[in-house]
Structures are given as C-alpha cells and as structure tokens.
C-alpha cells in the first residue's frame, strides 16, 4: 500500500494523483473470512451455530440410519424385515414399483406410460434450458401435440391401443397427470381472472371476482367431493364426465383463483409510466399488456407463482379421497398388504414418498431461483 | 446529428422557410375537470408544422395534463383537439392514428426495464407499425447513432445513466416517425452534468424541423430554440409571446413573479 494521503484541515487541497481500486482486504474475502463474519461473530453467534449445527447433524444421523444404514435391501416378503431393528424395508418399494408408477395400469401396456413419460421428459427439458433453441416449434410441441399424444397412449381405443379406463391409472403417473394439466392450466387461466379483476368494464370485472371468490372460498376437498359425487345428479341421466378429469378441471380451477391473485399483486406493482410509455407508442391494450406488463408482472411474483404450483403439486394428494389412487394413495394402499406387514412398512412408504414429493417440489423451488437470476436486468433503483 | 449546440439566429432564420401555414396540433376551448376539479379551463392553441413550443409555470398548474390530452393518456369533457387534420374522440381507431403521429418523451424516461436498448426501440415499429424485424432494427440503430448511442444497443436501461436513458427515450419515440414530440420535464429528473446533453439532443430536433410542444424550465433551452413560450397557471394559459419578449419583458403579474423566482 502506499502511505496514507494526508488532508491538512487548515489548508486548501488538491489531490495529485487519483487512486486505483485495490483488492478488498482479506479478512472479508474466502470462506474462512464469511464464516468468521457470519457464523461465529461473538459468543452468541457462536453457541446458536454449534445449536443449530448439533441439531442438524442428529436429523442427518436419523434419516441416514433408518434409511440407508440399518435399511433392509433385498427380500422377497415380509420376512425380510420383521426382525427388530430394522431400518427402511426398501423391498417393500421395489416389488410395488410398477404399480407405484402406474397404479393399476395392465402390467402388459405399463410401456405406453413410460413412453408418454420419456417424450414428456424430452419436451420439457429442452423448454427450460434457456439456450436450447427452436423454443416456439418446442413450446408448439409440448403445449399442443404432447397433450393429445399422451391422452391417446394413455387412454387408448385408437391406432390398436388397447382403451384403459382412467380408473385403472394410478401412482406417479395420476400425480404427473393432475400436477402438470394443473400448473400449465392455471398460469393463463390466472392472468386472465387478473387481468379481468382490473378491467374497467364492470361485468367482466364483476364476473372475475365471483370467480376468484368462490373458488378461494371452498376448500379443495368440497370441490373434489362435488365434482365427483354431485356433479352427476345435476347432469341429464346417461351423462357422464370422466371421473379424473371432474378432478383434473377442479384442480385447475381452484389453482387459477389462488393464480389470479398472486399474477394480480404482480400488476400492481407496476408503475402507471410502463402503461403511458406503451400507449404512447401507439400499443394497444393487449400487445401492451403481453409485451410490456405481463411480462414484468410476472417476473416479479415468481415465487409467489412457484409457490402455487408447489401447493398445486402436493394438493394432488387430496384427489385420493375421491377414489383416485395418486402416487401417495398407492403407496398408501399398500400398507394393507398382507404379504408387506411389517413394523417399518408404514415408515418405509412415508420416507420414499417424502423423499419423492421432496425432489419435485426442491427441483420446482430451484428452477424458479435460477430463472430469477436470469431474468435480472440490471440494477434496481 | 447537430454538433450540439445551434445558434438561436440560424434557428430563426431557417424557421421563415420552415414553418408553414399548415395546423400540427389545434387545441379550441378545451377543458377538463378531475371529479369536481377543474385543471385545465378553456384552453385555446394552435401549434404550426415546424414550431417549437416550450411551457412553463408553476407545478401543479397543469402543464403536464394539457400536453398528455394531446396524444389522450389524458380525456378531456369539453372543447376540442384536432391533431395532423385527425379529431380526437372516443374513437379507438383515430386514437390509434394520433398516438402513431405524436411521439412522447416522460420526466421518467418510461423505457421497459426488462428490455434491451435496441428491443425497446424496435418494439413500436414492429408491432405498431409492422415493419419486419431486420428493418426496425436497422431504424432503430439509425435514431441511436443520431442521439450517439449506438455503443450501448444490447443493454438494459438499468444499467446506463439518467441522460443516456433519456436520450434513449427520444430515439425510441423518433422510431415512430413521429410528426410532433412531447416533451414532459424530460431534463428534470437528471443529474445536472446530464443535463446539457439530453438538451443537445433536443436542438437536434428542432434544427431538423420536429414540431415540438415542451414542457421545460430550462429557459436557456427555450430562448434558443422556441419560437413561443407559454406560461401556464391556475389551469389556465396566462401569457403567450416569443422567447425574447417573453423573457425581457413579461406583461402579466403572475409570469413576472414566475420568472423572478426562476431566474434569480
Ligand atoms: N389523476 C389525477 N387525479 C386528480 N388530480 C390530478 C390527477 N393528476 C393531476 N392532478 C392534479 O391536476 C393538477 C395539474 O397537474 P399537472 O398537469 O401534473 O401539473 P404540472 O405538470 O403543471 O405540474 C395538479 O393540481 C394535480 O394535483
Ligand atoms: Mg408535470
């Protein structure tokens, strides 16, 4: 370093030369430098790391143990896992495999699934990898084609595919089915109730907000039960709608009202300026709405948005009381067993199912930080 | 683009071939009230092709709202706005055709934050005028050399200063081809060693022969390149004269004490 300016008090200054930017010192830069600063500054401080971190380690401990190290791997009935001690009765997992996958799907047609599955997988990776390209032709494919593909594989009764009733599917499969028709439903179902809520013409905001209301005002369950056991008394005698999707519409909707009002906060915050500078231009209502405020609206409430889908992806579980056996269902299902009744297999179904529902809520949670990061443009005033 | 700044002569020179007879803006016995409050009150003005017109007066008088009737961020209830020979009504269409005719520069800026410099640009022109892409873009790169920015096209306005931003907003609206420009304190939000080039760029302008309607007071700004000032207050258009009788010799109270406490 060189030697300290020195600025007399009593006379005028002129600074000779201009300094350069040196290297921050290094006590703030490394990690030791980040934890010294942020975990162990002051006693305080320190004995709530050491607390916290004790507490950490022993859930660790527990879940290693009971999962992976006094688990059970390979059997072929319950009398692989009766003796006591035993840790996660992983067998029990892997004979129901297929059905956890597929439900009650024929074990002969399991390959129709894992086709939609695989071409699932492969349309929606490339759409979230922001430098993946032909986005529209992939968003056409995946929005447009993709349904009608998956619903003739899966449903069957075209091309020589064997019809499967919607009854008979089950497991990961229906969770995938709802979750997804659900998120890609309520984003455009939601910002249009938004965009309806703020309308200036009375009857289209009138009708928005009966709609937002009742749905945010009926719990899931009601909706579900409704669809399912009194929808039918209402439509004429011979009538009858598919019973996954009364669930699947009643998802979806209920999603879009809560949608509705997080993309709703989203407008808000935008300033009138945004509004003027496009109406100046000469844009219109709707380009200005797509090109200019829905998309910083949106931005901003990524994790309220995200925070949707996620309540959207776990409420899957609840099309379980309308006999419709989802992921948490068929492992549930499971546990009356006769040949799997053990003492772990009710812990063993909870802790694989955690640990599923865990990944795509943390994937979906992630995902969103990252396009956060993406789409910041600059400094914020 | 004009190496800055224009001798106020060349300007009135130039301006006896420049200005013609014909009507850019005609503004007759307009009102207009916000619930019970009336802040615009008979406002009569009539703006030739090619004249630069700046208004002042104090804040609140309703500078702002009379320029933003022009191109209808504003209604009004009563009297009448003809623009480039089109009435503004209720009608969508003759709006539409208003708002492509007269361009808008904002205190703040108003460029879309999550857009680049050039895409802010180009987005007009192509979805309001349809031009294709390649060609917009060409446009648009063409107006950011002319404001002297061409450098910073794939930036986002967050990151370049007020007086760039600015600038940027004259050249998004000039995409447009505007046949008139609005300006609504476009230098009062800057920094003040921002401030000089945002005004350059506006000489530019007007040396090119825009008709220009700003609300300003940057009275250096306005005796070298208007050919009226207008005082507004109250609602109302108090004085109306050209810059160097304006400035030399105010005849009404109210501008005489306006201009006394912005000149110091
Ligand atoms: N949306 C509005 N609702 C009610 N009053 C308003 C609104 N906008 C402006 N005003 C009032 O109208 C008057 C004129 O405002 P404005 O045209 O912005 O003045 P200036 O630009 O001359 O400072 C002010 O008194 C202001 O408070
Ligand atoms: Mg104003």
Request: hydrophobic share 50%; with cysteine.
């Amino acid at each position: 370093m060189t030697d300290a300016t020195f600025i007399p008090a009593d006379r005028p200054f002129v600074r000779a030369a201009m300094l350069a930017p040196e290297p921050p010192p290094a006590a703030v830069a490394g990690f030791s430098g980040w934890a010294r600063a942020n975990l162990f500054s002051g006693p305080f401080n320190t004995l709530l790391t050491l607390v916290c971190a004790a507490g950490a380690a022993y859930v660790a401990w527990v879940l290693v143990d009971f999962m992976a190290l006094r688990a059970v791997w390979t059997g072929a009935n319950r009398e692989a896992c009766v003796a006591p001690g035993t840790g996660a009765c992983w067998p029990f997992i892997t004979a129901r495999f297929g059905q956890l996958l597929y439900g009650f799907y024929p074990a002969d047609q399991h390959w129709r699934p894992a086709a939609v599955f695989f071409v699932a997988v492969a349309l929606i990776a490339p759409l979230l990898i922001p430098s993946a390209p032909h986005k529209k032709l992939n968003a056409l494919l995946f929005f447009v084609a993709f349904p009608i593909f998956a619903f003739v594989m899966l449903r069957g009764g075209l091309f020589g595919l064997r019809p499967v009733e919607t009854r008979a599917w089950g497991g990961l499969l229906v969770t995938l089915v709802v979750a997804t028709t659900g998120i890609v439903a309520s984003l455009p179902l939601g910002v249009l109730l938004a965009l309806g809520r703020r309308s200036k013409l009375p009857l289209i905001r009138f009708l928005s907000i009966a709609f937002i209301e009742f749905w945010r005002g009926v719990p899931l369950i009601t909706v579900l039960f409704f669809a399912t056991y009194m929808l039918p008394l209402f439509l004429p005698s011979g009538w009858t709608i598919d019973g996954l999707l009364r669930a699947l519409v009643g998802v979806a909707l209920f999603s879009a009202a809560y949608m509705a009002e997080v993309v709703r906060g989203g407008l808000q915050a935008i300033p009138k300026g945004q509004y003027e500078g496009a109406q100046a231009l000469g844009l219109r209502y709707w380009p200005m709405m797509l090109l200019i405020v829905l998309p910083q609206a949106l931005k901003l409430v990524i994790p309220g948005i995200v925070n949707t889908f996620i309540g959207l992806f776990k409420d899957t579980t609840l099309v379980a009381i309308v006999s419709i056996f989802d992921f948490l269902g068929i492992i549930r299902a499971g546990f009356a067993d006769p040949n799997w009744a053990t003492p772990v297999t009710v812990y063993t179904g909870f802790a694989f199912a955690g640990v599923v529902y865990f990944i795509f809520c943390y994937g979906m949670s992630r995902y969103s930080r990252f396009v956060e990061e993406r789409l910041d443009t600059g400094h914020k005033r | 683009m004009a190496e800055s700044v224009v001798d106020a002569e060349d300007l009135a020179k130039a301006d006896q071939v420049r200005i013609s007879n014909e009507t850019a803006v005609e503004i007759i016995g307009m009102s207009k009230w916000y619930g019970e409050f009336n802040v615009l009150k008979d406002i009569n003005l009539r703006v030739r092709r090619g004249e630069r017109i700046v208004i002042c007066g104090p804040s609140g008088s309703g500078k702002s709202t009379m320029i933003r009737c022009i191109n209808r961020l504003e209604e009004f209830q009563k009297g009448q706005i003809i623009v480039e020979g089109t009435e503004l009504t209720n009608d969508l269409k003759k709006i539409d055709e208003i708002r492509r005719d007269v361009g808008m520069c904002f205190q703040h800026f108003n460029l879309f934050p999550h857009l680049t410099i050039l895409e802010n640009c180009t987005l007009a022109p192509i979805w309001v005028r349809k031009m294709p892409k390649k060609d917009a873009e060409e446009l648009a790169m063409h107006y950011l050399k002319r404001v002297r920015i061409p450098d910073q096209a794939k930036k986002y306005p967050g990151q370049l200063s007020g007086g760039q931003q600015q600038r940027v907003a004259i050249a998004r609206a000039l995409c447009m081809k505007p046949k008139i420009m609005l300006f609504d304190e476009p230098t009062s939000a800057l920094d003040p060693e921002m401030v000089k080039e945002v005004l350059d760029t506006m000489v530019g302008l007007a040396n090119d022969g825009m008709t220009m309607l700003c609300v300003t007071h940057e009275m250096g700004f306005a005796r070298q390149v208007a050919n009226r000032v207008i005082f507004m207050d109250a609602g109302q258009i108090v004085e109306m004269n050209e810059p160097n009788a304006f400035f030399a010799n105010p005849q009404h109270e109210r501008t005489k004490l306006f201009l006394s406490q912005i000149l110091h």
